[in-house]
């Protein structure tokens, strides 16, 4: 599969872009106010956060998954964003928050990072 280079890449630790792809994380967390409204492609970073509490959030919705499930260093499925809330109304205490629907698993596919931040972009 060809990956569209007009849609940005957003890089998440493992495993939250697969609670994304199962509906039931329905928002990301992010650090900035971003206005972007799309597609965006989901990227497994190669690593995982010390402080991943994604299981245990992840069973409060009842779903059993664990830090290491993913695909390190993949682009695994697509998502929209259709909007954005800042705190104090984000519901996980973030400074922002990118609201998500419509997500598509596809097969993992191997991805260069290359950006230095949490957004990347396809190179044609």
């Known amino acids: 599969m060809k990956l569209n280079p007009n849609y940005p890449v957003f ?14 994380r329905r928002f990301k967390t992010i ?3 971003w206005k972007y409204r799309g ?4 990227y497994d970073t190669k690593g995982k956060a010390d402080y991943d509490f994604a299981p245990e959030w992840a069973a409060n919705y ?3 998954i664990s830090p290491e499930f993913g695909f390190p260093g993949c682009i695994v499925g697509t998502v929209e964003v259709y909007g954005s809330r800042q705190y104090p109304d984000t519901e996980s ?3 922002f928050e990118i609201m998500l629907r419509n997500p598509q698993r596809m097969e993992a596919q191997p991805f260069n990072w ?4 949490r957004i990347g972009k396809i190179h044609p």
């Open 11 to 24: 890089a998440n630790t493992r495993p939250w872009n697969e609670l994304i792809l199962r509906g039931v």
């Open 31 to 33: 650090s900035f106010p």
């Open 39 to 42: 597609v965006i492609y989901l």
């Open 62 to 64: 009842g779903v059993d």
């Open 93 to 95: 205490g973030a400074d």
């Open 114 to 117: 290359t950006s230095r931040g």
